[in-house]
Nanobody, 123 residues
């Protein structure tokens, strides 16, 4: 089992920045790929970014490229999402997810999920 706990969400004005954190504990073999998803009001949960344990591969959804950066500190079993130039449409609950396999943009391939952290961007 893996436990994922997100933190760092909050209320920010458009153009501002936030850094989300996700701390993993438990069976770290199941955190080979760690990812961020988000779910806006009335929307489906959508992929944001993922990163492999060795950092060799990262991938971002098109709308986040250039604004969001995923990183991870394996010594702390923590993955981060630095979000810059935030827009009101970035308002969502942001979820951390992990899987033993390699990569993946579909939420169905991720085995473990955190409870989510709310990000609200005001205009």
């Amino acid at each position: 089992q893996v436990q994922l706990v997100e933190s760092g969400g909050g209320l920010v004005q458009a153009g501002g920045s936030l850094r989300l954190s996700c701390a993993a504990s438990g069976r770290t073999a199941s955190t080979y790929t760690m990812a961020w998803f988000r779910q806006g009001p009335g929307k489906e949960r959508e992929f944001v970014a993922y990163m492999m344990r060795n950092g060799s591969i990262t991938y971002y959804a098109d709308s986040e490229k250039g604004r969001f950066t995923i990183s991870r500190d394996n010594s702390k079993n923590t993955v981060y999402l630095q979000m810059n130039s935030l827009k009101p449409e970035d308002t969502a609950v942001y979820y951390c997810a992990s899987r033993m396999g390699i990569g993946g943009m579909r939420k169905s391939v991720y085995e473990y999920w955190g409870q989510g952290t709310q990000v609200t961007v005001s205009s």
